[in-house]
Structures are given as C-alpha cells and as structure tokens.
C-alpha cells in the first residue's frame, strides 16, 4: 500500500508518519507532500492508494487539492487531517468527496479506524 502525507508542517508528517506505523501500517510506502500542488504532482507519478492531506497550506490548501484530485481519480480514498472542524467546513469535505476528517489532535487509533474505514 502507498499513503501520500499532505501537510505543510514537516513535525505534523512525523507525527502522522509514526501513529501509522503504532498500529501497524509500518510495511506501507509514505510519500510526503508539504502542500497541495507537490501533493498533485505526486499524486500523478506515484498513484497512491489514500491521501491524508491538512486543510490549510501554501500555495495549495487542501480542498483545492480534493476538488482537483476529484477530477482525476473520483473513488481515490481521501481523508482530512485538521485543526479545523466546524461543521460547515465538514459539510463541504464531504460534499466534494472526502471520505473522513479528523480532527488535531487525534490518536493513532482514530487514524486507523478512519483509514480502516475507507479501505475495507
């Protein structure tokens, strides 16, 4: 399996990186993004098989990065890892196509879980 990390904080991609590998994903392949247009380009060469992106970065934020993947790859899974949770911000995550956010902080079993949840 092959996860594409978005997140303009690099300790953020660590943490994600670690809580993966917590509840046993530490055979998979990460690809790491620090914003939604080097998460595009990685997205064409590599084709992962999820993408956990934030929503708020440079250059591209993250629901640019969704309404663009949703034009390519329309059932790629894709999750939301944020600081950012109202609920209308959730509303539109999911109007475009995100299958689950989660809210900073999180624990790796909630990660998981979510994961395991669009996965199965």
């Given at each position: 399996?092959?996860?594409?990390?978005?997140?303009?904080?690099?300790?953020?991609?660590?943490?994600?990186?670690?809580?993966?590998?917590?509840?046993?994903?530490?055979?998979?392949?990460?690809?790491?993004?620090?914003?939604g247009?080097?998460?595009?380009?990685?997205?064409?060469?590599?084709?992962?098989?999820?993408?956990?992106?934030?929503?708020?970065?440079?250059?591209?934020?993250?629901?640019?990065?969704?309404?663009?993947?949703?034009?390519?790859?329309?059932?790629?899974?894709?999750?939301?890892?944020?600081?950012?949770s109202?609920?209308?911000?959730?509303?539109?995550?999911?109007?475009?196509?995100?299958?689950?956010?989660?809210?900073?902080?999180?624990?790796?079993?909630?990660?998981?879980?979510?994961?395991?949840?669009?996965?199965?």
């Open positions: 399996m092959h996860i594409l990390i978005v997140d303009d904080s690099k300790i953020m991609r660590q943490i994600l990186k670690r809580a993966l590998v917590k509840v046993g994903y530490s055979d998979v392949h990460v690809s790491e993004a620090a914003n247009l080097e998460a595009l380009d990685s997205f064409r060469k590599d084709k992962p098989d999820i993408i956990l992106s934030d929503w708020n970065m440079p250059d591209m934020d993250g629901m640019g990065l969704l309404q663009a993947i949703r034009q390519e790859d329309p059932h790629i899974p894709f999750g939301f890892i944020t600081a950012q109202t609920a209308a911000l959730r509303e539109s995550a999911q109007y475009y196509g995100a299958h689950f956010l989660l809210s900073k902080p999180f624990t790796p079993e909630t990660l998981n879980a979510a994961i395991q949840s669009v996965l199965l």
